[in-house]
């Protein structure tokens, strides 16, 4: 959600170790807490681990091109599948530390919290203010265009949604939040140009079709509407 990096981890005999932009070695049975980082002191035992953890990253590529139905049975279970977080296994050195994103989560935990205690204008002054210095997480964008809604500040949940889909083109539910935001507004060019960006995605989409209607109706042209 926050573009940071991937956080995968090995266990080998005692040992954990935990990849990621500042990798983490613990030893789990004599610190069950893992207080104690000895990345330091056992640089050679984390190389080991590392190849350990590069090998099981490569057996689950080869099993993903093999049988990519499993995998994904296996993602779904672990809770990524049909979410917002990317699981394609990557590790890139320059990406954040997950453990440095904390305190953006709770922000934007934070914007939520607001949201769902109407209290709306601090949730949009608590999304600027993230937006400012981190002007590449969609999910700021998403959480403020959904407050835009809840206002009817159509023009603006409308510019928010698109700076969200700047960053994530083929987002479904920003699609159709688009769509309830042009339809909200009547301007109805607009809403037919999103339904068919979601036809295009899914054509067998049961909501994209009746709200496919919904426009047809609005326009006058229900021959159109009852054939759909």
Do not use: C
Request: no cysteine; charged share 25%; hydrophobic share 40%.
């Amino acid at each position: 959600k926050y573009n940071g990096n991937a956080l995968l981890s090995v266990i080998y005999d005692q040992w954990h170790y935990i990849q990621t932009t500042r990798p983490e070695l613990y030893n789990h049975l004599a610190d069950p807490g893992e207080l104690h980082d000895l990345i330091g002191l056992e640089a050679k035992r984390a190389r080991f681990l590392q190849g350990k953890l590069d090998e099981l990253l490569e057996a689950a590529v080869r099993a993903d091109r093999e049988n990519p139905v499993a995998r994904n049975q296996v993602l779904e279970t672990l809770g990524y599948v049909g979410g917002s977080v990317d699981a394609d296994f990557t590790f890139d050195q320059s990406k954040p530390d997950p453990k440095d994103m904390l305190s953006l989560h709770q922000e934007v935990l934070q914007i939520m919290l607001f949201a769902f205690e109407e209290k709306f204008e601090q949730a949009i002054q608590l999304s600027r203010n993230i937006v400012k210095k981190h002007p590449d997480i969609a999910e700021v964008y998403r959480l403020l265009s959904v407050v835009y809604m809840k206002l009817e500040s159509y023009d603006e949940a409308i510019e928010t949604i698109q700076r969200q889909l700047a960053l994530q083109p083929d987002e479904v539910n920003a699609l159709k939040l688009l769509f309830e935001a042009h339809f909200a507004k009547a301007d109805y060019s607009q809403a037919m140009e999103t339904i068919n960006l979601l036809l295009e995605q899914d054509p067998r989409d049961i909501a994209t079709q009746l709200n496919h209607a919904r426009v047809h109706l609005r326009q006058g042209s229900y021959k159109q509407a009852v054939d759909l």
